[in-house]
């Protein structure tokens, strides 16, 4: 009899050993099924995100182009703040502040270049002009002034002689 036992116990060890199989052949079908489904959602969800992420891309891209374009008009706007401090300056003349008026000159001669090798805008053209006509009214200033300080030095020099 113990050997019927034991053959018994084993029959009953391989009847739970082969239901143990099962069930786990059992979960593991379950968990490709599950996985499987999860693969299959996750390949909707991206495909059905794609045209939010390519009007993303082109917000971004339109963003970045407005960004761009922002700055090159500060640039030149901030070309034509200067060309109006700098006639503020000129029409003042050079009698309060040689140096300024000499700076303010440069700046003008600056924006002239600026816009003369930017002749795509459209108002380069009466930029350029207003700007040259504004630098022969300075060096005619500084003319006058040269003049004014000549004449006063002669004068000068006369009475202490």
Do not use: C
């Not at 503020?88 to 009698?95: C, E, F, T, V």
Request: overall charge neutral.
């Amino acid at each position: 009899m113990g050997i019927s036992q034991a053959m018994d116990a084993l029959r009953q060890r391989a009847v739970f050993v082969k239901e143990s199989l099962h069930k786990s052949q059992t979960i593991t079908d379950n968990m490709v099924s599950i996985l499987g489904s999860f693969d299959h959602r996750l390949s909707a969800l991206e495909t059905a995100m794609r045209p939010t992420q390519i009007k993303t891309h082109s917000i971004r891209s339109a963003h970045d182009n407005i960004d761009k374009t922002l700055k090159a008009a500060e640039g030149i706007l901030s070309q034509f703040d200067q060309t109006r401090m700098a006639e503020a300056k000129i029409l003042r003349g050079p009698h309060e502040d040689l140096e300024s008026y000499l700076e303010a000159i440069d700046q003008l001669r600056a924006n002239v270049r600026f816009f003369s090798s930017n002749k795509s805008f459209k108002s380069s053209e009466g930029i350029i002009n207003h700007a040259n006509n504004l630098l022969a009214k300075a060096m005619t200033k500084l003319e006058e002034e040269f003049k004014h300080l000549l004449t006063n030095y002669r004068i000068h020099q006369a009475y202490e002689i």
